[in-house]
């Protein structure tokens, strides 16, 4: 989803997990998000090394996490918010990879993932990357 906030990937991630189990990767300490739901987990991407969340640096646990969960949760939905931060955590290339992987490993399963990216921090063969490998809606 491309947008310069995060408010409208979260509105459709509300909409979509009022019935259904939802993940959200998010920027936030997910204590001061108002949206409750005992369906949605959250994981806090930060180096505050505080117990709930994952540092961008360890992008590999983070893949661990959205893969264990799409194991098991068929039909969940999974919001990842604060790609351009993942990427000053490691660099563009290894996010896109980690992507990538992701949707090949759900593509077998009936999972949704909405990743929400402002198009003005890449460039715009970052950009062009991006649209090569995922369905853009705006």
Request: no cysteine; aromatic share 8%; glycine share 4%.
């Amino acid at each position: 989803i491309k947008e310069k906030g995060k408010d409208k990937s979260f509105e459709l991630f509300q909409k979509l997990t009022q019935d259904k189990k939802g993940l959200a990767v998010v920027r936030e300490n997910p204590k001061t998000i108002p949206y409750k739901n005992n369906n949605v987990s959250y994981i806090w991407l930060s180096a505050s090394g505080a117990k709930e969340s994952i540092n961008p640096s360890d992008i590999e646990i983070l893949y661990e996490e959205i893969t264990s969960f799409v194991s098991l949760n068929a039909k969940g939905i999974i919001l990842l918010q604060g790609i351009d931060y993942l990427v000053r955590g490691t660099n563009f290339s290894t996010v896109i990879n980690t992507l990538t992987d992701l949707k090949d490993q759900i593509s077998d399963k009936s999972n949704i993932v909405l990743v929400s990216y402002n198009p003005d921090i890449f460039d715009k063969n970052q950009h062009d990357k991006i649209e090569s490998e995922f369905e853009i809606k705006e």
